[in-house]
């Protein structure tokens, strides 16, 4: 009777799981995506896409001569229907939505042979193409800006000079002497505003660190030699760590996909943490939950994490899986479970998913379950009260941010509530992560010291 009790719950969590993992295409947009933009959580999306492919993994792009460049499109529903085309005949690789005055926009666009930024100054309801500012045969790829400072920066590819900067909107593009980098990607830091990272692949370093909002920079490649970085996505909930998507070209200048690395240290050392042998175009954490990620790979692969990246699932049931998919973002939505996410992909537009949740964090048809932690943060000890509904033996790991164990203990024929208490010694203050495991349900906490 216990042994069928088991196999319906394992169904019931299978079932559960191929559900979640259902995409479902959205109609409207074109079929090379360049980048999708959330800003907020009212349903807006900005999806900007063309119809004719760029080689983007080359280590020189070559930009599509002819006029198949086809701006961008919002929805102010949650991707039920797109409006018009916006900036028509023109790529749009990104769009920034100033800080400091959110009616003024910015769009990095391409139209034949040069590219240049456009502005609007009315939320994007028209833009002045007549007047493109930092005119360029390079490309500016992605922007950021602090909230605390009116200086937009931007990462370049087909430069050597690829980091760019402007405090005067763009009517001058700024570089900075003896400073080379083709850059494919530059983010904000969510602890410190005047923090930036900045990677690609043209340089000595890859990967550089700014803590005085872009006037210097600093590098280290421990573990990324002979590689380049694609995109970088600063963690929420820990200000040491770092995710980037990584690949390397061979002596014909061909892709190969590298996977995902995490650095603990601030981008001094990193390690290969999942997505081995992938390339992965993009990462984007959860806005407002920190414990999901997502990573956009190639063919047709979204991975999952609901772990803060301590372990990852593929979701791509229901995705093509002939093209690459170019872009990922978490959107900041509300959902009964889980999270909702949207990808781009490099041939068939863009898709949407249900309600992702994890085998790691389903509490709805979970055997294990995490009830109550306390205290939190804690001093010298914390106590995890859970419930296990198998009766079989329940596996405890606790982790540092590093991923290293520092407590493993497996406590035997355990049938419902239950209580573990942890009494570390010579424990630094910061956060650490807690696993519990019955062989068939995995639930991950963060512990705060």
């Known amino acids: 009777m216990k042994n069928y009790i088991l196999i319906l719950l394992v169904l019931c969590v299978y079932s559960h799981i191929s559900f979640a993992q259902s995409w479902e295409k959205v109609s409207g947009v074109s079929p090379y995506v360049n980048t999708i933009l959330v800003p907020d959580n009212t349903g807006k999306v900005i999806v900007c896409s063309d119809s004719i492919q760029t080689n983007i993994l080359g280590q020189t792009i ?3 001569p002819g006029v198949f460049q086809t701006g961008y499109q919002e929805s102010n529903d949650f991707c039920k229907t797109f409006g018009e085309v916006k900036l028509r005949d023109y790529s749009v690789y990104d769009i920034l939505i100033s800080q400091q005055n959110p009616q003024n926009w910015y769009a990095s666009v391409r139209r034949l042979i040069e590219g240049g930024i456009a502005k609007s100054t009315n939320a994007g309801l028209t833009w002045d193409t007549d ?8 490309q500016i790829i992605k922007f950021a800006q602090s909230k605390l400072s009116n200086v937009i920066h ?6 050597y000079k690829g980091y760019k900067y402007t405090d005067d909107e763009f009517t001058n593009c700024y570089t900075l002497e003896n400073f080379v980098i083709q850059a494919r990607d530059i983010k904000i830091s969510p602890y410190d505003q005047n923090t930036l990272y900045l990677a690609g692949d043209r340089s000595l370093q890859h990967f550089y660190v700014s803590s005085d909002n872009g006037k210097t920079w600093s590098g280290d490649v421990s573990g990324l030699e ?4 694609l995109c970088i996505q600063p963690s929420r909930w820990n200000k040491a760590v770092i995710y980037v998507g990584v690949d390397s070209l ?3 200048r061909m892709s190969h996909g590298k996977g995902i690395f995490q650095s603990v240290d601030s981008g001094k050392t990193w390690k290969l943490i999942a997505a081995q042998g992938k390339t992965v175009f993009s990462i984007s954490q959860h806005p407002l939950n920190d414990k999901y990620m997502a990573a956009a790979c190639d063919s047709g692969t979204v991975l999952f994490s609901g772990s803060w990246g301590y372990e990852w699932e593929n979701f791509s049931d229901g995705l ?3 093209v690459s998919i170019s872009n990922v973002i978490i959107t900041p939505w509300e959902a009964q479970n889980g999270a909702i996410v949207l990808v781009g992909t490099y041939g068939n537009g863009l898709y949407k998913s249900k309600a992702i949740i994890t085998t790691v964090e389903d509490q709805i048809s979970s055997s294990l379950k995490i009830l109550n932690i306390s205290p939190l943060p804690f001093i010298e000890s914390v106590t995890i009260d ?29 049938y419902g509530g239950s209580s573990f208490k942890w009494l570390p010694v010579n424990l630094n203050s910061g956060m650490y992560i807690i696993k519990l495991s019955n062989g068939i349900s995995t639930v991950y906490k963060k512990l705060i010291k």
């Not at 007047?131 to 390079?138: D, G, I, R, V």
């Not at 931007?154 to 430069?159: D, H, L, P, Q, Y």
């Not at 002979?226 to 970085?229: D, E, F, Q, S, T």
């Open 320 to 322: 093509p899986k002939e």
């Open 250 to 252: 061979d002596s014909d």
């Open 386 to 414: 859970f419930v296990n509904e198998l009766g079989n033996t329940v596996k405890i790991t606790i982790y540092d941010i590093q991923g290293r164990i520092l407590e493993e203990k497996i406590l035997g024929n355990i």
């Open 131 to 138: 007047n493109l500012k930092c005119q360029s045969s390079s």
């Open 154 to 159: 931007g990462a370049e590819i087909n430069s």
């Open 62 to 64: 070559e930009f599509p």
């Open 226 to 229: 002979n590689k380049r970085i």
